[in-house]
């Protein structure tokens, strides 16, 4: 596995490979890799002659009072899972070699409507973090395809709506949540937990799973279906963010008719934030 720090370094190896007419799949993560990562370079595999990992602690997407600081940075354990996986490429850059003016200094995507919702109303500018980090990645390596995981299902969305709007030629595919044996959605946050959390945090999930049930039992009143579930979390133990019934598609409030449909959630537990969703097929 190479282990690259500069874009220059990075630009290179991928213009010999490209020559070398080898197809590219790029996986952006943020480090402390757990197996849902993993599943991701699989995933890219399948598609690709050269997968190229990303390591990057994007700061532009944590506002002032988020985990910047505290986040984990597991290196040398992320870099042995890649290369147990024959990963080709590890990307490693530091903040100044991404954003040598600074952050606040650099140029922004912006995606409009889709990121004024859920997360994106509790975190004003996160996905102006996400976006700008993903474009440039985009642009850097050129890959031919990109793999996301549908745990953060609205970053997926606004992914897809800013590879649409601005006609970037590549192909993006997520990836099903890969859980734990209770249920519990893999996230790098799930660490932040503490043994009594840990135990307490699939619960988001059941109740998940009992608003589907409800659903394809019929029920179509998603407010009152809402409006209890976000009791149930409370009296588990969360604090709710949100917790929303949408149409997939177009990441807005189902109606009545809606066929195929989300529930996601974000809610604290402890201090850690989690979040998760289910899809609903209905007839």
């Known amino acids: 596995m190479f282990v690259i720090h500069t874009i220059n370094e990075l630009q290179d190896e991928l213009r010999q490979r490209r020559q070398a007419n080898q197809s590219i799949a790029l996986v952006p993560t943020m480090g402390n890799l757990h197996q849902g990562h993993l599943q991701l370079v699989s995933t890219a595999q399948q598609h690709a002659e050269a997968v190229v990992v990303t390591l ?12 910047l600081d505290n986040y984990p940075r597991t290196f040398q354990d992320d870099c042995q899972k890649l290369e147990l996986l024959n990963t080709d ?13 600074g952050g606040e200094n650099t140029s922004h995507v912006h995606v409009p409507n889709i990121t004024d919702v859920l997360c994106g109303a509790s975190r004003p500018g996160h996905f102006d973090g996400v976006t700008t980090i993903v474009c440039k ?7 031919d395809v990109a793999i996301f995981g549908e745990k953060d299902f609205q970053q997926l969305a606004v992914i897809h709506r800013m ?6 030629p590549i192909r993006i595919i997520g990836e099903p949540i890969v859980r734990e044996a209770d249920g519990l959605a ?14 307490l945090a699939p619960r988001l999930h059941q109740i998940l799973q009992y608003i589907k049930q409800l659903i394809l039992a019929g029920e179509v009143d998603f407010n009152a279906i809402e409006s209890q579930a976000k009791i149930d979390l409370i009296e588990a133990g969360f604090k709710p963010d949100y917790l ?17 449909l989300i529930i996601i959630v974000a809610a604290v537990l402890g201090s850690t934030r989690l979040i998760d969703n289910i899809h609903v097929d209905c007839t």
């Open 56 to 67: 990057f602690v994007n700061p532009t997407q944590f506002s002032e009072n988020e985990d």
């Open 89 to 101: 490429i590890l990307f490693a850059p530091s903040i100044d070699e991404i954003y040598p003016l």
């Open 137 to 143: 990645l985009f642009n850097m390596t050129r890959a």
């Open 163 to 168: 590879v649409d709007d601005l006609n970037i």
């Open 186 to 199: 893999m996230s790098s946050r799930n660490g932040y937990l503490s043994k009594e959390e840990r135990l």
């Open 244 to 260: 929303h019934i949408y149409q997939r598609n177009e990441l807005k409030p189902a109606t009545k008719g809606s066929k195929e």
